[in-house]
């Protein structure tokens, strides 16, 4: 089950749009719609754990 | 057996009424002239295993004696006019945060280092409107070393009654005069402990008015986790804005002293059931005050002394139920007429007030309050 | 696996009071996994602050919590230490609460070395206020109150504790996000007083001001501008212009104050 996706929980209401979590995540995984962080690209994801790690809002949880 | 008896200073007692009361936590910083009760609780506190701190500074010093209530402590400042003023800006936080406290300040002449070590009455306005916003106050103005002594035990049983500062206030005179003192027994004076929550942590509020006009207040370190701020708060101790809960809570805050002025205000009367005129003093001017009232009265003139002890929340119905049978108030105080102008607001123009008002750090004589007497017409 | 975030903060306080970018949203996160490292117990521990955007912080965490007076904290926490040593104190706030007004209370709690730990977050300025100069605003700097370039020198803020006898100094940035939970647990661990300096961002009221694009850049600079300790061994003068360092920046062993005051009752007591 190596392959097995992530996921990653965006919290809309806590998100206040800042690009911390699009600009440093290596694999642009994740753009900015409207105000506020979605996934664009989970297939892409890593797991490295930037965006959550680095989020200043508590807005995303990423579960490996 | 005989009680104990001692020969004391003021401010000596002072510190033994704090030890009495159960006073566990000091924080202060020196300044003329209230050192002694720095002193003398850095060498008896430890003894009963609590604390003593010399801080930084005035406000550092009011920041810890909150942080050490905090956890439970009955805890005790000291200071003077200069200190008072630094300490204005955590007072307030007290008051709103409803911080149980007693500030000893001891009263110098003043503006500013005005007089270090001349005596003063000065400071009784500050001790009401000193720190910004409206606020309860609690103000005990004693006279006499016997009564610092009491009036300490009472300063801490209304600050923890009630949740809030309250500041005890002799004149330098009262603070450094030696008297002999007459120590009550253990269980002798009352002592009160704040109301601690009967809920369970989960369900703690710390402003939870369904308690009443003074909610129980829990110790940090006890079990209870709760928010505490200076900012307007809601019944949980969070921040808000909204205007029906900063309008009751400003309310409450006051209404908890001024509701209950019966129970906090405190006077003597000393012939003045049949006086004409009527000396207010109080503080080392009531001593001076009483002689003169025992002088005149030999000379034919129906003079009698009324005596504030607590000066916040003072006692207006009375003076103004005394103001219609009198001739005039005389007022005798070492400032410059801090304590008419609380007269004149409560006794509806019934009658005229003669003022004594000395700032030259002279103590006010029986003569001077005599001689006005006199100009009675 | 995500950290569980959830188990210390408040229900339904977030989101938080800052603004988009700010990094103290990175400090309080770490603050909180280092909590998670030491094990400390909620109702063992306080979380005091003074007033400014991160004095803020203690309001979403579910501790012990005092948001005390502009600059106080350190004071009012010293007395709840003094109080009750065996609880955990914790300090939180900014440059301006803690070097300024707070500066005094700030460098005595230092000197006593009173088993503390105080987390400042340095964006520079005044944010709460609108964006002034602060006491850590670089010389020539723009603020709402310079805008003719800074003329005040800054403070060095982990230097100035560590001259007034703090015993753990240690410095992080918002970009290095992963160091700042490992800083601040290796200084609540450190028995006696602790700062951990956070060189922040301020997008809103600094990074406006000072010529910065983004809040991406904002951190980008953190990032640049900083070198850890152990690297900067190895680096000449040169390299080092301009350069801030970080990570544990000095320690050692002292005693403590609270246990010296309980010298103090041992011997007030032997003397009884």
Not at chain 1, 44 to 63: G, H, N, Y
Not at chain 2, 58 to 85: F, N, Q, R, V, Y
Not at chain 3, 85 to 90: R, T
Not at chain 3, 200 to 225: A, Q, W
Request: charged share 20%.
């Amino acid at each position: 089950m190596e392959n097995k996706l992530p996921t990653i929980e965006i919290i809309e209401k806590y998100c206040k749009g800042c690009y911390i979590c699009v600009e440093f995540c290596p694999k642009q995984v994740l753009e900015i719609k409207g105000f506020v962080v979605s996934v664009k690209n989970l297939e892409a994801c890593i797991k490295c754990m930037q965006c959550e790690l680095r989020c200043p809002d508590f807005a995303i949880k990423v579960t490996a | 057996m005989a009680k104990k008896v001692a020969f004391l200073q003021g401010n000596e007692a002072a510190a033994q009424g704090a030890l009495y009361a159960g006073c566990k936590f000091f924080a202060g910083y020196p300044i003329t002239p209230s050192t002694e009760v720095a002193e003398v609780m850095s060498v008896e506190l430890p003894k009963i295993g609590g604390k003593f701190i010399q801080m930084e500074d005035e406000i550092g010093a009011m920041a810890a004696l909150l942080g050490g209530a905090l956890t439970g402590a009955k805890a005790l400042t000291s200071t003077s006019g200069p200190g008072l003023s630094l300490k204005q800006e955590l007072i307030g936080y007290g008051c709103i945060a409803e911080i149980p406290c007693v500030i000893y300040n001891v009263m110098r002449g003043g503006p500013s280092t005005g007089m270090p070590t001349g005596p003063s009455q000065s400071d009784i306005m500050a001790a009401k409107w000193g720190t910004h916003g409206d606020h309860p106050a609690i103000c005990l103005v004693p006279a006499s070393v016997q009564e610092v002594y009491e009036e300490t035990i009472r300063a801490f049983n209304l600050a923890e009654k009630y949740r809030t500062p309250v500041m005890i206030m002799p004149d330098e005179i009262v603070a450094h005069m030696r008297e002999r003192i007459v120590f009550p027994e253990p269980g002798e004076i009352e002592v009160i402990d704040r109301t601690t929550p009967s809920v369970p942590p989960e369900q703690y509020k710390p402003y939870d008015t369904s308690f009443g006009d003074v909610p129980p207040l829990a110790a940090f370190g006890s079990g209870y986790k709760f928010h505490v701020t200076g900012l307007n708060k809601l019944p949980d101790g969070f921040p808000t804005t909204k205007a029906e809960y900063v309008q009751a809570e400003e309310e409450r805050q006051v209404r908890k002293v001024e509701g209950n002025a019966a129970d906090i205000m405190k006077w003597e009367e000393y012939l003045c059931e049949d006086a004409e005129i009527i000396v207010v003093a109080f503080g080392s001017t009531s001593r001076s005050a009483r002689f003169a009232v025992d002088q005149a009265r030999k000379q034919g003139i129906k003079a009698g002394l009324f005596r504030p002890i607590t000066f916040w929340p003072f006692p207006e119905a009375r003076l103004l139920e005394l103001s219609k049978q009198v001739k005039a108030f005389i007022s005798p105080e070492m400032n410059l007429g801090m304590c008419a102008g609380v007269i004149k607001g409560c006794i509806e123009g019934n009658a005229p007030i003669l003022g004594i008002f000395r700032v030259d750090g002279e103590p006010i004589n029986p003569d001077q309050i005599i001689d006005k007497m006199k100009e009675v017409k | 696996m995500a950290f569980d975030y959830d188990k210390y903060l408040r229900p339904n306080k977030l989101p938080h009071i800052w603004c988009p970018g700010c990094g103290h949203g990175i400090v309080m996160k770490g603050l909180i996994r280092a909590i998670d490292t030491c094990g400390l117990k909620k109702e063992d521990t306080a979380i005091v602050s003074g007033i400014g955007c991160a004095s803020r912080l203690p309001g979403y965490l579910d501790f012990c919590t005092l948001h005390t007076a502009h600059g106080r904290a350190a004071a009012f926490a010293t007395g709840v230490k003094m109080a009750r040593p065996e609880m955990n104190v914790i300090l939180v706030g900014g440059d301006g609460d803690g070097t300024a007004i707070g500066g005094n209370h700030f460098i005595h709690a230092c000197r006593r070395n009173i088993n503390m730990t105080y987390i400042i977050m340095n964006n520079k300025i005044y944010g709460m206020t609108g964006g002034q100069f602060s006491p850590a605003t670089p010389t020539g700097d723009k603020a709402s109150t310079t805008v003719y370039g800074n003329p005040d020198p800054a403070f060095d803020i982990a230097k100035l504790a560590i001259g007034a006898g703090a015993t753990f100094v240690a410095r992080g940035t918002a970009f290095h996000a992963n160091q700042i939970d490992k800083l601040i647990a290796e200084a609540i661990q450190h028995k006696g007083f602790s700062v951990v300096e956070i060189l922040d961002d301020c997008p809103t009221t600094y990074g406006r001001r000072n010529k910065f694009k983004s809040v991406i850049e904002m951190m980008n600079h953190l990032k640049e501008t900083t070198v850890p300790v152990k690297a900067a061994e190895k680096m000449s003068p040169e390299q080092l212009k301009g350069k801030v360092l970080t990570g544990v920046l000095y320690k050692e062993e002292k005693p403590e104050y609270t246990e010296e005051y309980a010298k103090v009752i041992q011997r007030a007591q032997a003397a009884k």
